[in-house]
């Protein structure tokens, strides 16, 4: 592994992997080596490239190096009562053997979006501009600092869950927010069935839903907004009142809550309206519907066709290596669009030596 | 509200264009563009006749008139036909023939573009997309609409009115631009502030390659896999597919919204006061500035009952439960008075709203009609710098000798100056475009950008230079290539060859320095 703390180690250490063909894997804090494709290539560790660069609340935008810690921009956003509205997760518990925690850039390189997405947006919704190192060392500036720009192609968006394989983010821009001025949590018994039902009854809704999260029969709702808004949607929805809302938020944003456990969990992604999917071992759903993640026995393929029945997809999330060695981490593109990916990353990394593998094996 | 299509523009301004075109030799396609084509006419309309209806293939000059030009009509250039396919298979055909023989091809909507992004190549064909405008699906409960790319985009709004949905992106053209046209352009509306652009907005494309091969791309369940293909479709100007179907997502409508009206005696304050209202913790759904120049032009045409004598007016809108507005509502007049409004007047019914916004979303064609002609600019710059950027207006409406009206999606720092001239008077036509290229030059510098929502098209080509170093240009255009090799969608327009900006680099340098020395450099 190879540590840099600069912008020049940084050219430096691609063009000397691009020099000697040889494969490198930006890596931030390491909290999602667990995701994707198997890991190959040394390791160049960003961790050390670090800083809050700008930070200008009444423009709403924060742009930080890539090495910076996600817990110290959203400490800093706290300062001015504005956060990350995409709530992207830290992984930084000793368990997950992360103790740094997410980095900025590995937050755009994964795009992995915590429980407020779907009403505030993923990841790549709130990216306003980049600096990329692409697989020859060039250094490229794409955005910038302003909410609308439409001068060029939006590779700044492009690139957010390209997992390192079309170049090292150096610097990110992100349009950040204000904290709701309030929140409250609502539960409610019932099934997987009847959660659906109501919360896309309720998605179509004008009630201030902010994120929702089903476990073995029970759902939780949270509301945010203005406080009169929140009151009022609190009485029209009812169910019950929950204590500690915020720690029960953090522990499905960081997934350290028990749903989450075990050494094999497929994360499904569908459209809010599918209704249950007959396969086992349902543990949890989140995003009005929209992710349902399960631990089941049942063959990847069979999974997979499932999800592709109803809509969607599914990403072998956590396996073992054999398994996902096998059988890859994301679904399988068609061969044109497989094609038109080999094209794309060719554009960014003529020799392929970033993160070969890592999003599909072949590329 | 009038949005004029191209082919129903007014003698007037047809003439206009017509003593223009006589004064000065136009610029065409070719001179900006720099590939060359040389397509053989009749081989090419031999092999359209076989592909299409007879209906949906134009060649006669009188029927390819209506199609040379875009929004920008002072971009003008006749294309050898025009497509009209009326489905999907049609679109592949036409785009297979066309890169069989070699022939480029430009996409077309409604033509409402302002940037000149639909205006035809002289070597090649018009698809357009026109006939393909059903809605396919509408699906209340998974909250999004599938429609063909024709569709316009108030269309989808009123379908989705029936389930209490619409689609959220609402641009100022919004009843003759299509969804199409707004993919290509990434465009915005009054309430991008709150609700996204167009990117954020759309869920899944159906997309042709120039050789006639469709790609799905992006899904109705979020996060696709792969690469994020729609970032990069989404605002890419017809260069590199054409667009063939959209999922859109629908929004639930808010129960409620008002607007309030505050006028300031000084822009400088009122650049502030949007500072004022972002830093207060608010995200309104709708915050737009006018200056007095665009207030005067639009009082007269749809009495929204602005103060005319401010210096500037902010519309500042607030939408959601009824609880929600009214705390929302004090909380944004507090700001304001705060702030220095001379005045705040909040719309005490919807009819009361929607003449408010009447104005601001007039304000073009209330400009073109006290003027021969205008030509709207699209700069972002931040928000805090707004002052900085009316002075400097004011000094290059001296300068050019030309009046500007001021029109700004402030909320998000996207300038709309329209520069007010006349075609027919010899010059004005080049000192307006020049005074165009200064204020982009201008965001650049004060850290903005060439274009918030309108696109690059063939006019923001050369700022594009300022904007861009070489090495990103290399990679636009090696991604271009990755997904059009032989370059023939829409040849010339959204990013300028190299050799253009060596030739535009050279131009400026010898006519000074640095531009804008007074500023701090970013
Ligand atoms: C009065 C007025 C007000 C406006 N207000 C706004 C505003 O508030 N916000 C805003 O963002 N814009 C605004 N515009 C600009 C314009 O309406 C938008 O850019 C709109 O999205 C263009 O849509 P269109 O269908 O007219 O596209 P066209 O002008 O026909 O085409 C625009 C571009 O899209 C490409 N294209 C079209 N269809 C396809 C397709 N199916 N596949 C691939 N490429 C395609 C074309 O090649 C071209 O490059 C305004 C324009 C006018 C005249």
């Known amino acids: 592994m190879s540590r840099v703390a600069t912008l020049d180690d940084i050219v430096a250490a691609i063009r000397a992997a691009h020099d000697s063909h040889t494969p490198l894997r930006p890596r931030g804090g390491g909290s999602k080596d667990f995701y994707g494709g198997l890991l190959a290539g040394d390791a160049l560790d960003l961790s ?90 060039q250094t490229l500036d794409f955005g910038g600092q302003v909410m609308k720009n439409v001068a060029g192609y939006d590779v700044s968006r492009f690139i957010v869950g390209s997992l390192g394989t079309l170049g090292v983010i150096a ?65 029209r929805l009812g169910g019950e009142p929950v204590a500690e809302a915020e720690a029960a938020w953090q522990a499905v944003r960081e997934q350290t809550h028990a749903a989450y456990a075990g050494p094999l969990l497929w994360r499904l992604a569908l459209p809010t309206s599918a209704p249950p999917l007959a396969l086992d071992g349902l543990r949890a759903s989140e995003w009005g519907g929209g992710l349902r993640w399960y631990a089941t026995d049942a063959e990847p393929a069979a999974v997979r066709a499932v999800a592709a029945a109803a809509g969607g997809h599914a990403t072998l999330y956590r396996a073992p290596e054999s398994l996902r060695c096998r059988e890859g981490a994301f679904a399988p593109l068609p061969p044109a669009l497989l094609a038109l990916h080999r094209r794309l990353k060719k554009v960014f990394d003529p020799r392929g030596i970033l993160s070969p593998g890592r999003l599909y094996a072949e590329f | 509200m009038n949005v004029v299509p191209p082919a129903a523009r007014g003698f ?25 084509f040389a397509t053989d006419r009749a081989a090419l309309l031999r092999r359209l006749q076989w592909t299409l209806p007879a209906h949906g293939l134009l060649s006669a000059e009188e029927d390819l008139r209506p199609y040379e030009c875009d929004g920008l009509t002072a971009w003008r250039q006749l294309p050898l036909a025009v497509c ?41 064909v018009v698809l357009s997309l026109a006939r393909l405008n059903k809605i396919l699906r509408l699906d209340p409960t998974a909250r999004l609409a599938v429609v063909q790319p024709g569709v316009r985009n108030l269309a989808v709004s009123e379908a989705a009115a029936a389930f209490g949905l619409y689609y959220a992106p609402d641009p100022s053209s919004q009843i003759a631009c299509t969804l199409g046209g707004n993919v290509a352009e990434n465009s915005g509306g009054v309430h991008c502030l709150k609700y996204g652009l167009t990117v954020h907005n759309v869920l899944r494309l159906r997309v042709v390659s120039i050789e006639g091969e469709v790609f799905e791309i992006g899904s109705a369940a979020p996060d696709a896999p792969g ?90 809108e607030s939408d959601g439960a009824p609880e929600e507005v009214a705390e929302e509502m004090a909380r944004i007049t507090a700001v304001l008075t705060a702030a220095g409004a001379g005045e705040v007047r909040v719309s005490q019914s919807e009819a009361e709203r929607l003449r408010f916004w009447a104005g601001r979303k007039a304000a073009f064609p209330a400009v073109g009609r006290i003027t021969p002609d205008y030509y709207c600019m699209d700069g972002t710059i931040p928000r805090k710098r707004l002052a900085e950027m009316l002075t400097a207006i004011a000094a290059l ?22 520069i007010m001239y006349d075609a027919s008077q010899p010059g004005e036509w080049d000192k307006a475009e020049a005074f165009g ?38 990679t636009f255009h090696r991604l271009k290539a990755a997904f059009d090799e032989g370059g023939l969608l829409n040849p010339g327009k959204a990013v300028p060859s190299l050799h253009r900006c060596a030739e535009y680099g050279r131009m400026h340098v010898h006519r000074g320095e640095l531009k804008f020395p007074q500023l701090e450099r970013f």
Not at chain 1, 193 to 210: D, F, K
Not at chain 2, 99 to 120: D, E, F, I, K, N
């Open chain 2, 437 to 474: 290229a200064e204020i982009l030059e201008l965001s650049v510098a004060l850290g903005g950008s060439i274009t918030g929502e309108h696109g690059v098209g063939i006019e923001k080509i050369n700022q594009m230079c300022v904007q861009y170093a070489t090495p990103e240009l290399e």
């Open chain 1, 48 to 137: 050390g490239h670090r800083g809050i660069v700008a930070y200008e609340p009444s423009e709403l935008y924060l742009t930080a190096r890539a090495g910076t810690p996600l817990a110290e921009i959203e400490a800093t956003l706290a300062e001015q009562g504005q956060m990350l509205a995409c709530e992207p997760p830290h992984f930084s518990g000793a368990t997950l053997g992360a103790t740094l925690g997410a980095t900025l850039g590995g937050t755009v390189a994964a795009g992995l979006s915590g429980p407020r997405r779907m009403q505030a947006g993923a990841v790549r919704d709130f990216v306003l501009g980049v600096k990329l190192i692409d697989g020859t060392g």
């Open chain 1, 171 to 235: 610097e990110a821009t992100l349009k950040v927010l204000p904290r709701p001025v309030a929140e409250a949590t609502r539960q409610f018994a019932c099934t997987e069935a009847e959660a659906l039902l109501w919360l896309n009854e309720w998605g179509g809704q004008p009630l201030p839903l902010s994120a929702s999260f089903w476990h073995d029969g029970r759902l939780s709702l949270r509301l945010s907004g203005a406080a009169a808004a929140v009151a009022a949607a609190c009485r």
């Open chain 2, 397 to 418: 409406e001296r300068q050019y000798g030309l009046r500007c009206a001021n029109v700004f999606h402030a909320g998000d720092g996207n300038l709309h100056p329209l």
């Open chain 2, 84 to 124: 009209l396919p009326e489905n999907e298979g049609q679109v592949i055909d036409v785009l297979r023939c066309c890169h069989q023989l070699g022939v480029p091809v430009v996409a077309r909507g409604a033509g409402t573009g302002l940037s000149g992004g639909a205006m035809p190549h002289a070597e090649g």
């Open chain 2, 227 to 316: 690469y994020d293909l729609l970032a990069l479709l989404i605002g890419s100007e017809g260069m590199l597919g054409v667009v063939s179907e959209i999922t859109v997502k629908l929004t639930p409508k808010p129960e409620l919204a008002r607007v309030a009206m505050a006028s300031f005696a000084d822009v400088g304050q009122a650049g502030a006061a949007v500072a004022a209202i972002i830093a207060a913790g608010i995200i309104p759904a709708g915050l737009e500035m006018m200056d007095k120049a665009a207030t005067a032009a639009v009082e007269p045409f749809v009495q929204a009952g602005y103060d005319l004598e401010a210096a500037a007016i902010l519309l500042c």
């Open chain 2, 12 to 36: 007037r301004q047809c003439l206009a264009a017509l003593v223009a075109a006589y004064n000065k030799p136009m610029e065409t396609a070719e001179s900006r563009s720099e590939a060359p």
